[in-house]
Protein backbone atom coordinates (compact mmCIF):
# COMPACT_ATOMS: atom_id res chain seq x y z
CA UNK A 1 0.00 0.00 0.00
CA UNK A 2 2.37 2.74 0.85
CA UNK A 3 4.96 1.53 -1.51
CA UNK A 4 2.29 2.06 -4.42
CA UNK A 5 1.44 5.46 -3.14
CA UNK A 6 5.07 6.72 -2.75
CA UNK A 7 5.14 5.84 -6.49
CA UNK A 8 2.22 7.73 -7.33
CA UNK A 9 3.00 10.36 -5.70
CA UNK A 10 6.57 10.53 -7.49
CA UNK A 11 4.84 9.70 -10.90
CA UNK A 12 2.84 12.76 -10.20
CA UNK A 13 5.32 15.01 -9.23
CA UNK A 14 7.53 14.13 -12.05
CA UNK A 15 4.64 14.59 -14.97
CA UNK A 16 3.91 17.95 -13.22
CA UNK A 17 7.82 18.71 -13.70
CA UNK A 18 7.41 17.62 -17.30
CA UNK A 19 4.81 19.94 -18.46
CA UNK A 20 5.87 23.05 -16.22
CA UNK A 21 9.41 22.15 -18.01
CA UNK A 22 8.29 21.90 -21.37
CA UNK A 23 5.94 25.19 -21.22
CA UNK A 24 7.45 27.80 -23.99
CA UNK A 25 6.55 31.51 -24.40
CA UNK A 26 5.65 32.95 -27.89
CA UNK A 27 6.36 35.83 -29.90
CA UNK A 28 10.05 35.68 -30.29
CA UNK A 29 9.86 37.98 -32.92
CA UNK A 30 9.85 40.86 -30.30
CA UNK A 31 12.97 39.45 -28.50
CA UNK A 32 16.23 40.23 -28.55
CA UNK A 33 19.08 38.11 -27.87
CA UNK A 34 22.95 38.96 -27.89
CA UNK A 35 25.50 36.00 -28.08
CA UNK A 36 29.17 35.73 -27.62
CA UNK A 37 31.65 33.68 -29.12
CA UNK A 38 29.64 32.90 -32.71
CA UNK A 39 32.60 32.87 -35.04
CA UNK A 40 31.73 29.04 -34.55
CA UNK A 41 31.04 26.45 -32.13
CA UNK A 42 27.91 26.67 -29.71
CA UNK A 43 27.65 30.73 -30.53
CA UNK A 44 27.73 30.43 -33.83
CA UNK A 45 25.20 27.44 -33.99
CA UNK A 46 22.95 28.68 -31.52
CA UNK A 47 22.88 32.48 -33.75
CA UNK A 48 21.76 30.02 -36.81
CA UNK A 49 19.18 28.56 -34.77
CA UNK A 50 17.45 30.99 -32.88
CA UNK A 51 17.33 33.20 -36.01
CA UNK A 52 15.14 30.57 -38.12
CA UNK A 53 12.73 30.57 -35.07
CA UNK A 54 12.41 34.38 -35.54
CA UNK A 55 14.37 36.12 -33.05
CA UNK A 56 16.26 39.11 -33.70
CA UNK A 57 19.69 37.64 -32.96
CA UNK A 58 22.69 39.89 -32.29
CA UNK A 59 26.05 37.78 -32.94
CA UNK A 60 29.16 38.87 -31.32
CA UNK A 61 32.25 37.96 -33.47
CA UNK A 62 35.80 37.76 -32.86
CA UNK A 63 36.61 38.54 -36.27
CA UNK A 64 35.68 40.18 -39.75
CA UNK A 65 35.59 36.49 -41.50
CA UNK A 66 33.47 34.88 -39.03
CA UNK A 67 31.15 37.77 -39.32
CA UNK A 68 30.92 37.50 -42.70
CA UNK A 69 30.26 33.88 -42.61
CA UNK A 70 27.53 33.63 -40.13
CA UNK A 71 25.31 36.83 -41.96
CA UNK A 72 25.66 34.65 -44.93
CA UNK A 73 24.10 32.12 -44.08
CA UNK A 74 21.56 33.98 -42.18
CA UNK A 75 18.55 36.22 -42.51
CA UNK A 76 18.44 39.93 -42.54
CA UNK A 77 17.22 39.49 -38.65
CA UNK A 78 20.38 38.62 -37.53
CA UNK A 79 23.04 41.42 -36.45
CA UNK A 80 26.96 40.69 -35.81
CA UNK A 81 28.95 43.26 -34.51
CA UNK A 82 32.63 42.87 -33.38
CA UNK A 83 33.91 42.21 -30.29
CA UNK A 84 36.86 41.00 -28.37
CA UNK A 85 35.27 40.40 -24.94
CA UNK A 86 39.26 41.59 -23.00
CA UNK A 87 39.11 44.85 -24.50
CA UNK A 88 36.79 47.57 -22.20
CA UNK A 89 36.22 49.71 -25.32
CA UNK A 90 35.44 46.84 -27.47
CA UNK A 91 32.62 46.23 -24.88
CA UNK A 92 31.25 49.30 -24.73
CA UNK A 93 30.75 50.28 -28.58
CA UNK A 94 28.46 46.45 -28.71
CA UNK A 95 26.69 47.68 -26.08
CA UNK A 96 26.05 51.20 -27.85
CA UNK A 97 25.21 49.01 -30.71
CA UNK A 98 22.68 46.31 -28.98
CA UNK A 99 21.31 49.01 -26.96
CA UNK A 100 20.48 51.10 -30.57
CA UNK A 101 18.86 48.19 -31.67
CA UNK A 102 16.72 46.76 -28.85
CA UNK A 103 15.27 50.39 -28.21
CA UNK A 104 12.59 50.67 -25.17
CA UNK A 105 11.65 46.66 -25.33
CA UNK A 106 15.50 45.98 -24.14
CA UNK A 107 17.80 42.83 -24.45
CA UNK A 108 15.56 39.50 -23.71
CA UNK A 109 18.48 37.21 -23.61
CA UNK A 110 22.12 37.78 -23.32
CA UNK A 111 24.60 34.33 -24.09
CA UNK A 112 27.86 34.79 -22.13
CA UNK A 113 29.49 31.82 -24.99
CA UNK A 114 32.85 32.73 -25.77
CA UNK A 115 35.84 30.68 -24.29
CA UNK A 116 39.07 29.36 -24.39
CA UNK A 117 40.84 26.48 -23.07
CA UNK A 118 44.55 27.12 -23.21
CA UNK A 119 47.00 27.29 -22.04
CA UNK A 120 46.53 24.54 -19.66
CA UNK A 121 49.07 21.75 -18.49
CA UNK A 122 50.53 20.84 -14.79
CA UNK A 123 50.44 23.99 -12.95
CA UNK A 124 54.20 24.40 -12.33
CA UNK A 125 54.24 24.33 -15.88
CA UNK A 126 52.78 27.69 -15.77
CA UNK A 127 53.08 31.77 -15.46
CA UNK A 128 50.86 33.99 -14.03
CA UNK A 129 50.20 35.10 -17.70
CA UNK A 130 49.06 31.79 -18.86
CA UNK A 131 46.44 32.10 -16.06
CA UNK A 132 45.24 35.91 -16.65
CA UNK A 133 44.67 34.61 -20.86
CA UNK A 134 41.89 32.28 -19.82
CA UNK A 135 40.56 33.76 -16.96
CA UNK A 136 40.52 37.32 -18.82
CA UNK A 137 38.71 36.00 -21.60
CA UNK A 138 36.19 33.13 -20.00
CA UNK A 139 35.36 35.08 -16.44
CA UNK A 140 36.52 38.59 -16.38
CA UNK A 141 34.67 39.53 -19.89
CA UNK A 142 31.73 37.31 -18.79
CA UNK A 143 31.06 39.65 -16.16
CA UNK A 144 31.71 42.63 -18.10
CA UNK A 145 29.73 41.80 -20.72
CA UNK A 146 27.21 41.26 -18.31
CA UNK A 147 27.37 44.46 -16.69
CA UNK A 148 27.57 46.11 -19.47
CA UNK A 149 23.97 45.22 -20.60
CA UNK A 150 22.17 44.96 -17.25
CA UNK A 151 20.36 47.79 -17.59
CA UNK A 152 18.92 46.35 -21.09
CA UNK A 153 18.28 43.71 -19.84
CA UNK A 154 16.30 44.28 -16.49
CA UNK A 155 14.36 46.80 -18.82
CA UNK A 156 12.99 43.44 -20.96
CA UNK A 157 12.98 41.47 -17.38
CA UNK A 158 14.83 39.18 -19.30
CA UNK A 159 17.30 36.25 -19.53
CA UNK A 160 20.95 35.65 -18.68
CA UNK A 161 22.32 32.02 -19.73
CA UNK A 162 26.61 31.83 -18.51
CA UNK A 163 28.41 28.84 -20.28
CA UNK A 164 30.28 27.65 -17.63
CA UNK A 165 31.10 23.74 -17.68
CA UNK A 166 31.36 20.36 -15.80
CA UNK A 167 34.92 21.16 -14.90
CA UNK A 168 33.61 24.49 -12.74
CA UNK A 169 32.11 21.41 -10.65
CA UNK A 170 35.38 18.98 -11.04
CA UNK A 171 38.86 20.68 -11.75
CA UNK A 172 41.12 18.03 -13.81
CA UNK A 173 43.25 20.35 -15.59
CA UNK A 174 45.67 22.72 -14.18
CA UNK A 175 45.53 26.14 -15.71
CA UNK A 176 42.59 29.11 -15.85
CA UNK A 177 40.21 26.78 -17.46
CA UNK A 178 38.46 25.25 -13.93
CA UNK A 179 38.94 27.91 -12.32
CA UNK A 180 37.07 30.68 -14.69
CA UNK A 181 34.04 27.88 -14.70
CA UNK A 182 33.93 27.56 -10.55
CA UNK A 183 34.10 31.37 -10.75
CA UNK A 184 31.29 31.40 -13.84
CA UNK A 185 29.20 29.36 -11.22
CA UNK A 186 29.75 31.76 -8.81
CA UNK A 187 28.85 34.95 -10.58
CA UNK A 188 25.63 33.09 -11.81
CA UNK A 189 24.51 32.13 -8.10
CA UNK A 190 24.76 35.48 -7.13
CA UNK A 191 23.65 37.06 -10.01
CA UNK A 192 20.28 34.87 -10.23
CA UNK A 193 19.22 35.18 -6.64
CA UNK A 194 20.00 39.25 -7.00
CA UNK A 195 18.37 40.30 -10.47
CA UNK A 196 15.75 37.60 -9.49
CA UNK A 197 14.11 41.00 -7.52
CA UNK A 198 13.93 42.63 -11.46
CA UNK A 199 12.36 39.50 -13.12
CA UNK A 200 15.70 38.11 -15.00
CA UNK A 201 16.48 34.38 -14.79
CA UNK A 202 19.72 33.40 -14.84
CA UNK A 203 20.66 29.67 -15.76
CA UNK A 204 23.92 28.16 -16.44
CA UNK A 205 25.07 25.56 -19.11
CA UNK A 206 27.57 22.89 -17.65
CA UNK A 207 28.52 21.00 -20.95
CA UNK A 208 30.70 17.79 -20.88
CA UNK A 209 33.23 17.19 -23.50
CA UNK A 210 32.36 18.18 -26.80
CA UNK A 211 33.82 19.15 -30.42
CA UNK A 212 35.03 22.43 -30.64
CA UNK A 213 38.07 24.38 -30.74
CA UNK A 214 38.41 23.92 -27.31
CA UNK A 215 38.60 20.55 -27.28
CA UNK A 216 41.16 20.32 -30.23
CA UNK A 217 43.78 18.05 -29.45
CA UNK A 218 46.09 19.38 -31.65
CA UNK A 219 46.16 22.59 -30.23
CA UNK A 220 46.41 20.75 -26.84
CA UNK A 221 49.61 19.16 -28.11
CA UNK A 222 50.96 22.14 -29.20
CA UNK A 223 50.21 24.06 -26.30
CA UNK A 224 51.82 21.71 -24.14
CA UNK A 225 55.03 21.12 -26.48
CA UNK A 226 55.20 24.95 -26.00
CA UNK A 227 55.13 24.74 -22.42
CA UNK A 228 57.71 21.78 -21.77
CA UNK A 229 60.36 23.32 -24.36
CA UNK A 230 60.42 26.99 -21.91
CA UNK A 231 60.48 24.48 -18.45
CA UNK A 232 63.87 24.62 -16.81
CA UNK A 233 66.28 21.71 -16.36
CA UNK A 234 65.31 20.83 -12.91
CA UNK A 235 61.18 20.48 -13.52
CA UNK A 236 61.77 18.63 -16.33
CA UNK A 237 63.92 15.88 -14.80
CA UNK A 238 61.43 15.86 -12.14
CA UNK A 239 58.31 14.77 -15.07
CA UNK A 240 61.02 12.77 -17.14
CA UNK A 241 61.72 12.57 -20.61
CA UNK A 242 58.46 10.64 -21.61
CA UNK A 243 55.67 12.28 -19.62
CA UNK A 244 54.41 15.14 -22.80
CA UNK A 245 53.87 11.63 -25.15
CA UNK A 246 52.35 9.57 -21.86
CA UNK A 247 50.36 13.21 -21.48
CA UNK A 248 49.49 13.23 -24.70
CA UNK A 249 48.17 9.84 -25.20
CA UNK A 250 46.24 9.89 -21.78
CA UNK A 251 44.53 13.36 -23.22
CA UNK A 252 44.22 11.57 -26.88
CA UNK A 253 42.21 8.92 -24.97
CA UNK A 254 39.78 10.77 -22.94
CA UNK A 255 38.92 13.16 -25.71
CA UNK A 256 37.88 10.29 -27.73
CA UNK A 257 36.69 8.38 -25.02
CA UNK A 258 34.15 11.42 -23.84
CA UNK A 259 34.15 14.05 -27.01
CA UNK A 260 30.87 14.10 -28.61
CA UNK A 261 30.25 15.82 -31.59
CA UNK A 262 26.69 16.65 -32.03
CA UNK A 263 26.81 20.24 -30.52
CA UNK A 264 23.25 20.55 -30.59
CA UNK A 265 22.70 18.88 -27.39
CA UNK A 266 23.90 22.29 -25.80
CA UNK A 267 22.38 24.80 -28.10
CA UNK A 268 19.13 22.79 -27.20
CA UNK A 269 19.59 23.40 -24.24
CA UNK A 270 20.94 27.21 -24.07
CA UNK A 271 17.26 27.64 -26.68
CA UNK A 272 15.20 26.54 -23.47
CA UNK A 273 16.95 28.55 -21.12
CA UNK A 274 15.93 31.92 -23.06
CA UNK A 275 12.68 30.28 -24.69
CA UNK A 276 10.68 28.07 -21.68
CA UNK A 277 8.40 30.06 -19.18
CA UNK A 278 10.36 28.19 -16.39
CA UNK A 279 14.04 27.82 -17.58
CA UNK A 280 15.97 25.65 -15.15
CA UNK A 281 19.00 27.06 -13.02
CA UNK A 282 21.03 24.69 -14.64
CA UNK A 283 21.75 22.29 -17.46
CA UNK A 284 24.09 19.16 -17.12
CA UNK A 285 24.88 18.48 -20.48
CA UNK A 286 26.46 15.40 -21.92
CA UNK A 287 26.26 11.33 -21.11
CA UNK A 288 29.90 12.02 -19.28
CA UNK A 289 28.41 15.24 -17.66
CA UNK A 290 25.38 13.60 -16.45
CA UNK A 291 26.77 9.93 -15.83
CA UNK A 292 30.46 10.75 -14.46
CA UNK A 293 31.84 14.24 -13.93
CA UNK A 294 28.59 15.71 -11.49
CA UNK A 295 28.00 12.14 -9.53
CA UNK A 296 31.95 12.29 -8.94
CA UNK A 297 31.18 16.25 -7.70
CA UNK A 298 29.01 14.92 -5.19
CA UNK A 299 31.46 12.45 -3.90
CA UNK A 300 33.87 12.71 -0.71
CA UNK A 301 37.04 14.37 -2.06
CA UNK A 302 38.82 11.47 -1.05
CA UNK A 303 37.19 9.16 -3.50
CA UNK A 304 37.42 11.79 -6.12
CA UNK A 305 40.67 12.36 -6.11
CA UNK A 306 41.22 8.69 -6.87
CA UNK A 307 39.81 8.66 -10.35
CA UNK A 308 40.62 12.13 -11.07
CA UNK A 309 44.88 11.61 -10.36
CA UNK A 310 44.40 8.55 -12.49
CA UNK A 311 43.72 10.41 -15.62
CA UNK A 312 47.14 11.92 -16.08
CA UNK A 313 50.31 9.77 -16.29
CA UNK A 314 52.83 10.40 -12.79
CA UNK A 315 55.88 12.08 -12.39
CA UNK A 316 59.19 9.94 -13.10
CA UNK A 317 59.97 11.81 -9.67
CA UNK A 318 57.14 10.44 -7.57
Request: proline share 4%; aromatic share 10%; net charge positive.
Amino acid sequence: GYLALICAVISIVFIGWFIRDSLKLDSFHTKHVFITGCDSGFGNLLAKSLDRKGFNVIAACLTEQGASQLSSGASRRLKTVLLDVTNAESVRRAGEFVSAEVGERGLWGLVNNAGRSLPLGPTDWLQLADFTKVLDVNLTAVIGVTLELLPLLKRARGRVVNVASVLGRVAILGGGYSISKYGVECFSDILRMEMSHFGIKVSILEPGFFQTAVTRHDLMEENLRALWDRLPQDVREAYGPKYVEQYLKYQKFNLWLMCSPDLTKVTSRMEHALTARYPRTRYAVGWDARTFWLPLSYCPTVVADFFLVRLFPTPRAV
